[in-house]
């Protein structure tokens, strides 16, 4: 069955970086467009990065542009998000996601079917 872990969450200053990682298995991970998407407490989740099979092709909130690097590892099936320069407001959980065709929209829940169970992220100010 699909599985998704995330990890390389944390707490971090304002200014500070983290690398977040997703390892997938159960599918073929190549096959998929992938995405990371966050949740604030009590706000809804909203769609960060989206990246094609290859990684040639990626899609970012404006919020994170120039900020995070979203990319990708075949032959390690893994997904990785860089995050630089962080904000109190990147402060979430964060999910790693399967995208059910690369057609739809990089940045919306609705084109993902398989999600992780999250890792969080705090940036202090």
């Known amino acids: 069955q699909v599985q998704l872990v995330e990890s390389g969450g944390g707490s971090v200053q304002a200014g500070g970086s983290l690398r977040l990682s997703c390892t997938a298995s159960?599918?073929?991970?190549?096959?998929?467009?992938m995405g990371w998407f966050r949740q604030a407490p009590g706000k809804e989740r909203e769609g960060v990065a989206g990246?094609?099979?290859?990684?040639?092709?990626?899609d970012y909130a404006d919020s994170v542009k120039g900020r995070f690097t979203i990319s990708r590892d075949n032959a390690k099936n893994l997904l990785y998000l860089q995050m630089n320069s962080l904000k109190p407001e990147d402060s979430g959980l964060y999910y790693c996601?399967?995208?059910?065709?690369?057609?739809?929209?990089?940045?919306?829940?609705?084109?993902?079917?398989?999600w992780g169970h999250g890792t969080q992220v705090t940036v202090s100010s």
């Open positions: 996601a399967t995208r059910r065709s690369c057609s739809s929209s990089a940045l919306s829940q609705s084109g993902y079917n398989n």
């Open positions: 159960g599918f073929t991970f190549s096959g998929y467009c």
């Open positions: 990246i094609s099979t290859y990684g040639r092709i990626t």
